[in-house]
């Protein structure tokens, strides 16, 4: 089981920028699709982009453009750059396989981190 843990969430004003951290601590990102997933208050989740492990990427309309996902070199860290953000972008992200909570590999979901865009 591979424990997954968000960082970089923050309170930014309306056009700016943030980047997300995901910390694994397993070899997941060398083996499968993985995401990055966001929660606002009173709404289900959703998944707001995704990598397989040969890099192909996709994202929900609503932020492509926007964001960007990607994993370092080292395949330990999965990044969201978070560019031109919006009021509506305002969540908390999570990141997690694609699809969520395959078994074989996570079992929950980490404890988010809390991007909060505003004037």
């Known amino acids: 089981q591979v424990q997954l843990v968000e960082s970089g969430g923050d309170l930014v004003q309306p056009g700016g920028s943030l980047r997300l951290s995901c910390a694994a601590s397993?070899?997941?990102?060398?083996?499968?699709?993985m995401a990055w997933y966001r929660q606002a208050p009173g709404k289900q989740r959703e998944l707001v982009a995704g990598v397989t492990g040969n890099h192909t990427t996709k994202y929900a309309l609503s932020v492509k453009d926007r964001f960007t996902i990607s994993i370092d070199n080292a395949k330990t860290t999965m990044y969201l750059q978070m560019d031109s953000l919006k009021p509506e972008d305002t969540a908390v992200y999570y990141c997690?396989?694609?699809?969520?909570?395959?078994?074989?590999?996570?079992?929950?979901w980490g404890q988010g981190t809390q991007v909060t865009v505003s004037s």
């Open positions: 397993g070899n997941i990102f060398r083996t499968i699709s």
């Open positions: 997690n396989t694609d699809p969520p909570l395959r078994p074989e590999w996570v079992r929950s």
